[in-house]
């Protein structure tokens, strides 16, 4: 209990302040929980780990709960994780319902957000306890595992392999550190640009342009649309809500939760493939499957809670693992390494105060969320109104705050954020995935480090097969997601060509 | 079999081998994407031209003009009164009022007052916040 100590009023009021502003940036569309999370991540500089996770995590559940809101009001998903909630909750808005549909979302959002925190408190020790015995070749493997499975459940496999590896060649660019058993020489840099490149691109300034400047460019590009005005949400008048719409959904509400925990597991697999997964099976095992998509409650509760299931589930690969679980905990990375942290198998153990007081942060800001969502929805369902012309620039001015301060002030690092926003905007036009490209960039140089040096002890690559039963599980597990990956393109190709036919 | 599956690395040269396996995994990536989408490929100039006809041209090309301004000057700015980060004050409120005026889909005189004031009171309290009281360096 001595994480006690570090539950001050600071930190609740991080937690509390972060949840508002999470759903607020949640709740507009076009902004998203990673970008709430990218523009805030300078200020954990001076707050310190702790507290600087309070925010950020309250900033997290926030963000991907604030979601519904447009998603149900304006059929928009405020997040990509709510896709699936606009199926049922702008039907029920549109019956004059919102304020019912709004509520339930906000209580499955709740109960699948506490679901997956009590599996991230349970599972997550257990397996950094099973992954500090890990060698540099399952190490490895594990990295090769996290890609095959982020580009096995893209929308495209090829392309979403493609961009992991991407990623990795990009953090490859700069010096082979001799900190990390390198030799100390430079590689992949262009002649002339030695000064500025030494030591490769900064994760932080990445992240932010990938996350925040690229999600203004494409806004900018749409020709920044209007906010909505009152007039066009329908929250309705008099929608009475209550708790019996829960009656025969807790099979729906475990499921869905359990669903968005497993998701969120898998590391780089967004909260859009909780939601539409969790949906997906609320639907098959529904005696009343034709009544999804008009409306009908389960969906909204199976969507919800699968997305807010993926918030604890996300955490488990990174703090036992050092692996994120989507692109909003592939930011958390950032503030340890703001902190000079190093994420991995022995992070619970050599932190459990810094452990307990993000459980206890988690905690407190699903039931922010709660009681400030389900208390001032009215006014939350607002926040659509709100003009993007002044978030926007403002949001531009902390992008370059950001990259700016987070290597005491180095401005090649504000060029990188313009850099990673142009190839951000760009490459989901050219077919590429960003959630592996991250994935990858962030996991590259522990790759190498991981590949190398088991090389080096062993000399053999029969050493990645033959180095314990473990390893051979991972090339399961590996040639598994293939597999499967191919065999449901297949399926997905036959089933196109079916409907054309 | 044995001697096929053994590596000995060079240390001096290690720095190499896992770029050059990498950037052969993408060029053996790239070639299967370019086979297996051909077809795709060829008639990408549609695809292009759909995207640059829906484009609002004078918001993203105005939003990475400014942008690309705005770094460019901070520096300099900046410089005439080192240490106190008043580069990014001074230079991140017309940024932010040129791209609010951009982002605005009609300009009437109250709006573009409320803009003139979020574009002064904006950077004003983050530089405060930043600088004064975080004493986290600016430009």
């Given at each position: 209990m001595e994480f006690l100590s570090l539950i001050t009023p600071l930190f609740l009021s991080l937690v509390i302040g972060g949840t508002f502003v999470g759903i607020i940036f949640g709740a507009i569309p076009g902004m998203t929980a990673t970008m709430a999370v990218a523009v805030c991540l300078p200020l954990t500089y001076s707050l310190g780990l702790e507290n600087g996770m309070a925010l950020l995590l309250g900033l997290y559940v926030g963000g991907i709960s604030g979601g519904l809101v447009p998603a149900i009001l304006l059929g928009i998903p405020g997040t990509p994780s709510s896709i699936t909630t606009t199926f049922d909750g702008y039907p029920l808005a549109q019956r004059g319902e919102g304020e019912k549909a709004l509520r339930i979302g906000i209580c499955s959002s709740f109960v699948g957000g506490v679901i997956s925190l009590a599996a991230l408190y349970f599972f997550a020790p257990t397996l950094a306890d099973f992954a500090i015995e890990f060698s540099y070749v399952e190490k490895f493997l594990i990295i090769l595992f996290a890609l095959t499975v982020m580009a096995a459940l893209s929308s495209d496999m090829l392309m979403g392999i493609f961009s992991g590896f991407l990623g990795i060649f990009v953090a490859l660019i700069g010096v082979y550190d001799i900190s990390d058993g390198g030799n100390g020489k430079l590689r992949l840099i262009p002649p002339g640009t030695e000064y500025w490149l030494d030591s490769g691109f900064s994760l932080l300034p990445v992240l932010i342009g990938l996350f925040g400047l690229a999600a203004i460019l494409d806004q900018a590009e749409l020709g920044v649309p209007k906010g909505q005005s009152r007039e066009d949400i329908k929250i309705g008048k008099g929608s009475s809500f209550s708790f019996s719409v829960f009656k025969g959904q807790f099979v729906n509400l475990i499921r869905s939760s359990g669903i968005g925990t497993f998701v969120g597991i898998l590391p780089g697999v967004g909260g859009s493939a909780a939601s539409i997964l969790a949906y997906s099976n609320a639907k098959t095992f529904s005696k009343h499957p034709e009544t999804f998509g008009k409306g009908e409650p389960a969906g909204l509760i199976a969507s919800e809670s699968g997305n807010n299931g993926l918030t604890g589930g996300a955490l488990v690969p990174l703090l036992s693992l050092g692996i994120p679980g989507d692109s909003t905990t592939a930011l958390l990375i950032g503030a340890f390494t703001l902190q000079g942290i190093q994420v991995g198998p022995l992070f619970i153990g050599n932190n459990p105060e810094t452990w307990n007081a993000m459980i206890f942060a988690m905690l407190v800001a699903n039931i922010a969320m709660f009681v400030m969502m389900y208390g001032a929805i009215r006014y939350f369902a607002l926040v659509v109104t709100v003009p993007k012309h002044v978030l926007f620039p403002i949001i531009l001015m902390m992008c370059v705050i950001g990259a700016y301060t987070i290597n005491y002030g180095i401005m090649f690092d504000v060029w990188t954020l313009l850099i990673f926003g142009v190839f951000g905007w760009a490459a989901v036009k050219l077919g590429l995935e960003i959630a592996p490209f991250i994935i990858g960039f962030i996991l590259g140089p522990s790759a190498e480090v991981y590949f190398v040096k088991s090389l080096e002890s062993f000399g053999d690559l029969t050493i990645f097969f033959t180095k314990s039963w473990i390893a051979g599980v991972l090339w399961v597990l590996i040639l598994g997601s293939l597999a499967g990956s191919v065999y449901m393109s297949r399926r997905q190709a036959k089933a196109t060509d079916a409907d054309g036919g | 079999?044995?001697?096929?599956?053994?590596?000995?690395?060079?240390?001096?040269?290690?720095?190499?081998?896992?770029?050059?396996?990498?950037?052969?995994?993408?060029?053996?990536?790239?070639?299967?994407?370019?086979?297996?989408?051909?077809?795709?490929?060829?008639?990408?100039?549609?695809?292009?031209?759909?995207?640059?006809?829906?484009?609002?041209?004078?918001?993203?090309?105005?939003?990475?003009?400014?942008?690309?301004?705005?770094?460019?000057?901070?520096?300099?700015?900046?410089?005439?009164?080192?240490?106190?980060?008043?580069?990014?004050?001074?230079?991140?409120?017309?940024?932010?009022?040129?791209?609010?005026?951009?982002?605005?889909?009609?300009w009437p005189a109250k709006q573009v007052a409320i803009m003139l004031a979020i574009a002064v009171i904006g950077p004003g309290l983050v530089w405060w916040l930043f600088a004064e009281i975080f004493f986290l360096t600016l430009p």
């Open positions: - | 079999m044995g001697s096929l599956t053994q590596v000995t690395i060079d240390f001096e040269q290690s720095h190499l081998l896992f770029p050059t396996l990498i950037g052969g995994i993408l060029l053996t990536l790239g070639l299967a994407i370019v086979v297996t989408r051909r077809r795709r490929i060829a008639t990408a100039g549609a695809y292009w031209r759909g995207i640059l006809s829906r484009m609002d041209r004078l918001r993203l090309l105005g939003t990475l003009a400014l942008t690309v301004l705005y770094f460019s000057l901070m520096v300099p700015v900046g410089d005439l009164w080192p240490n106190t980060g008043l580069g990014f004050l001074i230079c991140s409120i017309p940024y932010v009022l040129a791209t609010g005026l951009l982002y605005m889909h009609e």
